[in-house]
Protein backbone atom coordinates (compact mmCIF):
# COMPACT_ATOMS: atom_id res chain seq x y z
CA UNK A 1 0.00 0.00 0.00
CA UNK A 2 1.52 3.48 -1.09
CA UNK A 3 0.34 5.51 1.95
CA UNK A 4 2.21 8.56 0.42
CA UNK A 5 0.62 8.25 -3.36
CA UNK A 6 0.25 12.02 -5.04
CA UNK A 7 1.28 13.73 -1.95
CA UNK A 8 4.77 16.18 -2.77
CA UNK A 9 7.20 15.70 0.04
CA UNK A 10 10.00 18.65 -0.15
CA UNK A 11 13.39 17.28 1.77
CA UNK A 12 15.97 19.43 2.40
CA UNK A 13 19.46 17.63 3.27
CA UNK A 14 18.14 14.70 0.76
CA UNK A 15 21.83 14.35 -0.41
CA UNK A 16 22.90 12.16 2.40
CA UNK A 17 22.60 11.16 6.41
CA UNK A 18 19.59 11.11 7.30
CA UNK A 19 17.41 13.25 4.86
CA UNK A 20 18.17 10.76 2.47
CA UNK A 21 16.97 7.92 4.12
CA UNK A 22 13.73 9.94 4.87
CA UNK A 23 13.65 10.99 1.19
CA UNK A 24 14.07 7.39 0.11
CA UNK A 25 11.72 5.91 2.33
CA UNK A 26 8.64 9.00 1.01
CA UNK A 27 9.46 7.72 -2.09
CA UNK A 28 8.89 3.97 -1.28
CA UNK A 29 5.54 5.03 0.02
CA UNK A 30 4.62 6.05 -3.43
CA UNK A 31 5.23 10.43 -2.87
CA UNK A 32 6.63 12.77 -5.63
CA UNK A 33 9.87 13.51 -3.54
CA UNK A 34 11.96 16.74 -3.96
CA UNK A 35 15.49 16.48 -2.97
CA UNK A 36 16.80 19.89 -1.97
CA UNK A 37 20.62 19.69 -1.10
CA UNK A 38 23.78 21.18 -2.18
CA UNK A 39 26.29 19.07 -3.52
CA UNK A 40 25.38 18.03 -7.23
CA UNK A 41 26.95 14.94 -6.80
CA UNK A 42 24.99 14.36 -3.54
CA UNK A 43 21.75 14.39 -5.32
CA UNK A 44 22.73 13.04 -8.45
CA UNK A 45 22.97 9.84 -6.12
CA UNK A 46 20.09 10.04 -4.02
CA UNK A 47 17.81 10.00 -7.49
CA UNK A 48 19.51 7.48 -8.93
CA UNK A 49 18.89 5.06 -5.84
CA UNK A 50 14.96 6.14 -6.20
CA UNK A 51 14.57 5.86 -9.51
CA UNK A 52 16.38 2.26 -9.75
CA UNK A 53 13.52 1.39 -7.15
CA UNK A 54 10.96 2.48 -9.08
CA UNK A 55 10.58 5.82 -6.79
CA UNK A 56 9.85 9.51 -8.14
CA UNK A 57 12.01 11.93 -7.21
CA UNK A 58 13.21 15.64 -8.31
CA UNK A 59 16.81 16.75 -8.17
CA UNK A 60 16.82 20.37 -6.54
CA UNK A 61 20.17 22.34 -6.19
CA UNK A 62 19.65 24.75 -3.67
CA UNK A 63 21.41 26.26 -0.54
CA UNK A 64 18.96 26.68 1.95
CA UNK A 65 21.23 29.73 3.91
CA UNK A 66 19.75 31.58 0.96
CA UNK A 67 15.88 32.68 0.58
CA UNK A 68 16.14 33.14 -3.20
CA UNK A 69 17.30 29.82 -4.12
CA UNK A 70 15.02 27.71 -1.74
CA UNK A 71 11.96 29.60 -3.01
CA UNK A 72 12.98 28.78 -6.39
CA UNK A 73 13.37 25.54 -5.81
CA UNK A 74 10.04 25.48 -4.39
CA UNK A 75 8.47 26.60 -7.62
CA UNK A 76 10.39 24.15 -9.22
CA UNK A 77 9.23 21.71 -7.46
CA UNK A 78 5.88 22.70 -7.76
CA UNK A 79 5.75 22.97 -11.47
CA UNK A 80 6.66 19.53 -12.03
CA UNK A 81 4.93 17.71 -9.25
CA UNK A 82 2.25 20.68 -7.83
CA UNK A 83 1.91 21.96 -4.51
CA UNK A 84 4.00 20.97 -1.54
CA UNK A 85 2.05 19.36 1.00
CA UNK A 86 4.77 18.07 3.44
CA UNK A 87 7.99 19.37 4.31
CA UNK A 88 10.63 17.48 6.04
CA UNK A 89 13.72 19.93 6.70
CA UNK A 90 16.70 17.92 7.39
CA UNK A 91 19.63 20.26 6.18
CA UNK A 92 21.90 20.62 8.96
CA UNK A 93 25.56 20.74 9.57
CA UNK A 94 27.45 19.42 12.97
CA UNK A 95 29.97 22.76 13.00
CA UNK A 96 32.71 23.14 15.27
CA UNK A 97 33.37 20.45 18.17
CA UNK A 98 35.37 21.67 21.37
CA UNK A 99 35.28 23.81 23.87
CA UNK A 100 33.09 27.57 22.76
CA UNK A 101 36.26 29.02 23.67
CA UNK A 102 38.58 27.19 21.18
CA UNK A 103 36.05 27.59 18.61
CA UNK A 104 36.75 29.36 15.50
CA UNK A 105 33.95 32.51 15.34
CA UNK A 106 32.88 32.20 11.94
CA UNK A 107 32.62 28.04 11.89
CA UNK A 108 30.09 28.90 14.69
CA UNK A 109 28.10 31.34 13.31
CA UNK A 110 27.96 28.93 9.92
CA UNK A 111 26.29 26.18 11.67
CA UNK A 112 23.50 28.90 13.22
CA UNK A 113 23.12 29.94 9.77
CA UNK A 114 22.63 26.32 8.04
CA UNK A 115 20.85 24.62 10.97
CA UNK A 116 18.53 27.58 12.01
CA UNK A 117 17.97 30.29 8.87
CA UNK A 118 18.07 26.82 6.83
CA UNK A 119 14.83 25.54 8.40
CA UNK A 120 13.33 29.21 8.35
CA UNK A 121 13.93 29.69 4.65
CA UNK A 122 12.62 26.42 3.85
CA UNK A 123 9.42 27.42 5.74
CA UNK A 124 8.65 30.88 4.37
CA UNK A 125 9.07 29.16 1.34
CA UNK A 126 6.11 26.60 1.53
CA UNK A 127 3.61 28.39 4.24
CA UNK A 128 2.50 30.77 1.81
CA UNK A 129 0.58 27.14 -0.53
CA UNK A 130 0.20 25.39 2.78
CA UNK A 131 -2.38 28.48 4.10
CA UNK A 132 -3.97 29.14 1.13
CA UNK A 133 -4.72 25.43 0.86
CA UNK A 134 -5.47 25.55 4.49
CA UNK A 135 -3.29 22.03 5.05
CA UNK A 136 0.12 21.34 5.26
CA UNK A 137 2.63 19.20 7.43
CA UNK A 138 6.11 20.60 8.64
CA UNK A 139 8.77 18.27 10.32
CA UNK A 140 11.73 19.35 11.68
CA UNK A 141 14.71 17.25 12.43
CA UNK A 142 15.79 18.26 16.07
CA UNK A 143 19.05 16.49 17.31
CA UNK A 144 21.49 15.86 20.22
CA UNK A 145 21.51 19.15 22.63
CA UNK A 146 18.56 20.50 21.26
CA UNK A 147 16.44 19.60 24.29
CA UNK A 148 19.62 19.21 26.86
CA UNK A 149 23.00 20.82 27.44
CA UNK A 150 25.90 19.11 25.20
CA UNK A 151 29.50 20.35 26.11
CA UNK A 152 31.70 20.99 23.17
CA UNK A 153 28.68 20.93 20.84
CA UNK A 154 27.49 24.44 21.53
CA UNK A 155 26.76 25.41 17.99
CA UNK A 156 25.09 22.76 17.23
CA UNK A 157 23.25 22.60 20.76
CA UNK A 158 22.32 26.34 20.23
CA UNK A 159 21.39 25.66 17.16
CA UNK A 160 18.85 22.86 17.50
CA UNK A 161 17.37 24.14 20.89
CA UNK A 162 16.57 27.55 18.35
CA UNK A 163 14.83 25.52 15.80
CA UNK A 164 12.44 23.46 18.41
CA UNK A 165 11.23 26.83 20.24
CA UNK A 166 10.58 28.41 16.57
CA UNK A 167 8.95 24.99 15.57
CA UNK A 168 6.12 25.49 18.82
CA UNK A 169 5.64 29.00 17.99
CA UNK A 170 5.29 28.71 14.25
CA UNK A 171 2.99 25.72 15.48
CA UNK A 172 0.68 28.44 17.31
CA UNK A 173 0.44 31.17 15.00
CA UNK A 174 -0.28 28.38 11.70
CA UNK A 175 -2.96 26.46 13.90
CA UNK A 176 -6.29 28.13 12.79
CA UNK A 177 -4.59 27.28 9.25
CA UNK A 178 -4.86 23.32 9.74
CA UNK A 179 -0.92 23.39 9.07
CA UNK A 180 0.87 21.12 11.79
CA UNK A 181 4.15 21.27 12.74
CA UNK A 182 6.28 19.46 14.86
CA UNK A 183 10.31 18.26 15.55
CA UNK A 184 11.05 15.13 14.83
CA UNK A 185 14.48 13.52 17.33
CA UNK A 186 15.96 10.79 14.93
CA UNK A 187 18.25 9.34 17.49
CA UNK A 188 21.70 7.75 17.06
CA UNK A 189 22.23 7.47 12.97
CA UNK A 190 25.49 6.40 11.56
CA UNK A 191 26.40 8.92 9.10
CA UNK A 192 29.25 11.31 8.06
CA UNK A 193 28.42 13.21 11.67
CA UNK A 194 29.50 9.97 13.42
CA UNK A 195 32.45 9.94 11.81
CA UNK A 196 33.13 13.91 12.69
CA UNK A 197 33.08 12.76 16.70
CA UNK A 198 35.13 9.98 15.95
CA UNK A 199 37.88 11.76 14.29
CA UNK A 200 37.85 14.99 16.88
CA UNK A 201 38.74 12.55 19.73
CA UNK A 202 38.99 14.19 23.29
CA UNK A 203 37.83 17.14 21.88
CA UNK A 204 34.64 15.93 21.89
CA UNK A 205 34.68 14.07 25.34
CA UNK A 206 34.84 10.44 25.99
CA UNK A 207 30.91 10.20 26.54
CA UNK A 208 30.38 11.78 22.50
CA UNK A 209 33.51 9.48 21.75
CA UNK A 210 31.96 5.75 23.35
CA UNK A 211 28.42 7.12 21.88
CA UNK A 212 29.88 7.45 18.23
CA UNK A 213 31.81 4.45 18.60
CA UNK A 214 28.76 2.34 19.45
CA UNK A 215 26.65 3.59 16.82
CA UNK A 216 29.42 3.15 13.96
CA UNK A 217 29.38 -0.70 15.14
CA UNK A 218 25.40 -0.81 15.47
CA UNK A 219 24.39 1.18 12.48
CA UNK A 220 22.25 3.22 15.64
CA UNK A 221 18.34 3.41 15.24
CA UNK A 222 17.26 1.74 12.04
CA UNK A 223 15.85 3.98 8.85
CA UNK A 224 12.56 2.23 9.35
CA UNK A 225 11.88 3.37 12.93
CA UNK A 226 12.86 6.95 11.81
CA UNK A 227 10.16 6.50 8.69
CA UNK A 228 7.75 5.18 10.79
CA UNK A 229 7.97 8.69 12.72
CA UNK A 230 8.12 11.00 9.92
CA UNK A 231 5.00 9.13 8.10
CA UNK A 232 2.85 9.88 10.97
CA UNK A 233 3.77 13.03 11.33
CA UNK A 234 3.34 13.72 7.49
CA UNK A 235 -0.31 11.72 8.20
CA UNK A 236 -3.39 13.15 8.18
CA UNK A 237 -2.96 10.39 11.16
CA UNK A 238 -1.37 13.30 13.20
CA UNK A 239 -3.90 15.81 12.15
CA UNK A 240 -4.33 16.71 15.83
CA UNK A 241 -0.75 16.75 16.82
CA UNK A 242 0.94 20.20 16.36
CA UNK A 243 3.83 21.92 18.32
CA UNK A 244 5.25 19.02 19.58
CA UNK A 245 9.17 17.16 20.04
CA UNK A 246 8.98 13.42 19.46
CA UNK A 247 11.61 11.13 19.81
CA UNK A 248 11.90 8.24 17.61
CA UNK A 249 12.01 6.08 20.93
CA UNK A 250 8.98 7.78 22.37
CA UNK A 251 5.46 5.65 22.55
CA UNK A 252 4.10 8.02 19.98
CA UNK A 253 2.29 5.48 18.38
CA UNK A 254 -0.39 6.12 21.69
CA UNK A 255 -1.10 9.37 19.84
CA UNK A 256 -2.81 8.20 16.87
CA UNK A 257 -6.53 8.60 17.23
CA UNK A 258 -5.89 10.03 20.89
CA UNK A 259 -6.15 13.63 22.69
CA UNK A 260 -3.08 15.17 23.43
CA UNK A 261 -1.78 16.63 26.51
CA UNK A 262 -0.92 20.13 25.28
CA UNK A 263 2.10 20.10 27.91
CA UNK A 264 3.06 16.96 26.35
CA UNK A 265 6.07 16.87 24.18
CA UNK A 266 6.56 19.89 24.80
CA UNK A 267 10.05 22.15 25.62
CA UNK A 268 9.88 22.64 29.25
CA UNK A 269 11.80 22.98 32.37
CA UNK A 270 10.05 22.47 35.46
CA UNK A 271 11.55 24.42 38.20
CA UNK A 272 10.65 24.84 41.81
CA UNK A 273 11.62 27.51 44.20
Known sequence: MLLFENVCVLVTGAGRGIGKRLAIGFAQQGARVGLL???????DLTQLEIDHAGGTALRLRADVRHLFEVQ??????????????????????????????ENDSDDWWETIEINLRGVVNSCRAVLPDMVQRRQGKIILLSGGGGSRPRANFSAYAASKAAVLR???????????????????????TYTHMTDEILRAGERAGWKEQEDALEVRVTGGTTPERQMGLAAFLASERSNHVSGKLIHVEDDWKRLEGAAVNPELYTLRRVMKA
Do not use: Y
Open 37 to 43: ARSKAEL
Open 72 to 101: SAVERMRAHFGTVHALVAAAGVQGPIGPFA
Open 166 to 188: FAETLAEEVRNHNIQVNCMSPGG
